[in-house]
């Protein structure tokens, strides 16, 4: 049964339909062979209503419809003035404040293709015009920006920990520590590319410069303190915390800045409409593939066979981040943390491992992912922002990625990365 499953979801991949086509397919399939016929399918449809029925998933479309509204205002620009008023002028500080200006903004958005747009598009100019190459150009903003799958709010912990039942509120304050920690390797690498490649530096900004940058960005630096201050203090849940982020965001880009108005309603709602669309039915159909292969006892046979329950917590963490790593390099990451969740399952639970130091770890092969050849949305995103060719997008990722990978080892090898800051808020 497994091989018919994976045969037909590959051949269907293969022939260009959707993820969410071959996923159904399977489950379809898988009920089949496993029940005889279709006369019970409405067990397949409860499964995938039961999969978009948590009330914790409301958070999607609301983190989605907050970046939607902060990449069509200034919360992206005000933010970018900020890092460049402090660190512009060192040596290779232009491309320190384009990965730091991700980070902020992924802290605000959640989302990385929305940082792709919104800190890529004025930044990679003047990175041209700085004497960066293209090739790294493009690589770190693409890189930098899945920095927002790790610093909350993040979409991929919201789908994990409704998948695993882990605590959303856990999961974002566990992010903090390796994204911080990624951000730092990221900028140690661009100060040692600017100065092999002597890269000229930007002029010092004043004192009283960055004191109207810093009074300009404090606005949009209420939003990772509505996040985290919110869910650390109590004060608001996940889900309760992106409405208010929501309602932060209205308040700002169309009463305070300005920068939008009512015709601009529209086309923000319609665009976070078809995205919160393709989530929740991947969501959906992901929920019963995965309610099909685990009523199979499918991940018992594949972890047994592989013997990873006998490899010890190390082991286990090890081959999570090899299997999520692969697979988000072919197919989308939401699809990947719904279905390979399930089938370690059992190993998590089997050798004691902390979910949410799992979860971090799940995250962040996604965020690899997202921006590794051959299929990262990303580097599709960057394609159709920059108008550049593929090649030239990917050629420059290969050290970003080795970064992310590195990290992925230190925390493995250093729980504590993770779990500090979670086990100071909720222990």
């Given at each position: 049964?497994?091989?018919?499953?994976?045969?037909?979801?590959?051949?269907?991949?293969?022939?260009?339909?959707?993820?969410?086509?071959?996923?159904?397919?399977?489950?379809?399939?898988?009920?089949?062979?496993?029940?005889?016929?279709?006369?019970?399918?409405?067990?397949?449809?409860?499964?995938?209503?039961?999969?978009?029925?948590?009330?914790?998933?409301?958070?999607?479309?609301?983190?989605?419809?907050?970046?939607?509204?902060?990449?069509?205002?200034?919360?992206?620009?005000?933010?970018?003035?900020?890092?460049?008023?402090?660190?512009?002028?060192?040596?290779?500080?232009?491309?320190?404040?384009?990965?730091?200006?991700?980070?902020?903004?992924?802290?605000?958005?959640?989302s990385t293709q929305a940082t792709v747009v919104a800190i890529g598009s004025p930044l990679r100019p003047k990175m041209l015009k700085a004497g960066y190459s293209d090739s790294f150009?493009?690589?770190?903003?693409?890189?930098?920006?899945?920095?927002?799958?790790?610093?909350?709010?993040?979409?991929?912990?919201?789908?994990?920990?409704?998948?695993?039942?882990?605590?959303?509120?856990?999961?974002?304050?566990?992010?903090?520590?390796?994204?911080?920690?990624?951000?730092?390797?990221?900028?140690?690498?661009?100060?040692?590319?600017?100065?092999?490649?002597?890269?000229?530096?930007?002029?010092?900004?004043?004192?009283?410069?960055?004191?109207?940058?810093?009074?300009?960005?404090?606005?949009?630096?209420?939003?990772?303190?509505?996040?985290?201050?919110?869910?650390?203090?109590?004060?608001?849940?996940?889900?309760?915390?992106?409405?208010?982020?929501?309602?932060?965001?209205?308040?700002?880009?169309?009463?305070?800045?300005?920068?939008?108005?009512?015709?601009?309603?529209?086309?923000?709602?319609?665009?976070?409409?078809?995205?919160?669309?393709?989530?929740?039915?991947?969501?959906?159909?992901?929920?019963?593939?995965?309610?099909?292969?685990?009523?199979?006892?499918?991940?018992?046979?594949?972890?047994?066979?592989?013997?990873?329950?006998?490899?010890?917590?190390?082991?286990?963490l090890i081959a999570i981040c090899v299997a999520f790593f692969v697979a988000c390099m072919f197919v989308d990451p939401i699809v990947v943390i719904l279905v390979l969740t399930p089938?370690?399952?059992?190993?998590?639970?089997?050798?004691?491992?902390?979910?949410?130091?799992?979860?971090?770890?799940?995250?962040?092969?996604?965020?690899?992912?997202?921006?590794?050849?051959?299929?990262?949305?990303?580097?599709?995103?960057?394609?159709?922002?920059?108008?550049?060719?593929?090649?030239d997008v990917i050629k420059g990722t290969p050290p970003f990625i080795f970064i992310l990978v590195l990290a992925a080892a230190l925390l493995i090898m250093f729980p504590q990365i993770?779990?500090?800051?979670?086990?100071?808020?909720?222990?």
């Amino acid at each position: 049964m497994t091989t018919i499953m994976v045969t037909t979801m590959i051949a269907l991949l293969l022939l260009g339909f959707p993820m969410m086509i071959p996923l159904i397919t399977a489950a379809v399939i898988g009920f089949f062979m496993m029940f005889g016929g279709l006369g019970q399918m409405d067990t397949v449809i409860q499964q995938m209503m039961a999969g978009i029925r948590p009330a914790s998933l409301i958070a999607v479309p609301m983190f989605i419809l907050a970046a939607d509204i902060m990449t069509r205002g200034q919360s992206a620009e005000r933010l970018i003035n900020m890092v460049m008023a402090f660190i512009g002028h060192v040596k290779g500080g232009l491309a320190v404040s384009t990965a730091a200006s991700c980070t902020l903004f992924g802290a605000v958005s959640g989302s990385t293709q929305a940082t792709v747009v919104a800190i890529g598009s004025p930044l990679r100019p003047k990175m041209l015009k700085a004497g960066y190459s293209d090739s790294f150009t493009l690589a770190l903003i693409i890189n930098a920006s899945d920095i927002a799958f790790l610093i909350p709010p993040s979409i991929g912990m919201i789908i994990y920990g409704v998948i695993s039942g882990t605590s959303i509120g856990e999961l974002f304050i566990a992010g903090i520590g390796p994204g911080l920690l990624i951000l730092l390797m990221f900028a140690v690498y661009c100060v040692t590319y600017a100065v092999v490649k002597d890269v000229p530096t930007e002029a010092r900004s004043s004192w009283r410069t960055r004191a109207l940058a810093v009074r300009d960005a404090l606005w949009p630096l209420g939003f990772p303190v509505i996040i985290v201050g919110g869910i650390y203090g109590g004060i608001f849940s996940p889900t309760e915390a992106a409405a208010a982020c929501v309602l932060y965001a209205v308040i700002l880009e169309f009463g305070v800045f300005r920068s939008l108005n009512m015709a601009d309603i529209y086309t923000i709602a319609k665009s976070t409409g078809l995205i919160t669309a393709v989530v929740f039915i991947l969501v959906a159909v992901g929920t019963a593939f995965s309610w099909i292969i685990s009523f199979a006892q499918i991940p018992q046979a594949i972890l047994g066979a592989v013997g990873i329950n006998e490899a010890g917590p190390v082991g286990v963490l090890i081959a999570i981040c090899v299997a999520f790593f692969v697979a988000c390099m072919f197919v989308d990451p939401i699809v990947v943390i719904l279905v390979l969740t399930p089938i370690f399952t059992p190993a998590i639970e089997a050798t004691g491992l902390d979910p949410v130091l799992v979860g971090i770890l799940i995250t962040l092969q996604v965020a690899i992912g997202s921006a590794t050849p051959p299929f990262g949305c990303d580097i599709f995103t960057a394609i159709a922002i920059f108008k550049r060719p593929y090649l030239d997008v990917i050629k420059g990722t290969p050290p970003f990625i080795f970064i992310l990978v590195l990290a992925a080892a230190l925390l493995i090898m250093f729980p504590q990365i993770a779990l500090f800051l979670r086990d100071l808020a909720f222990r």
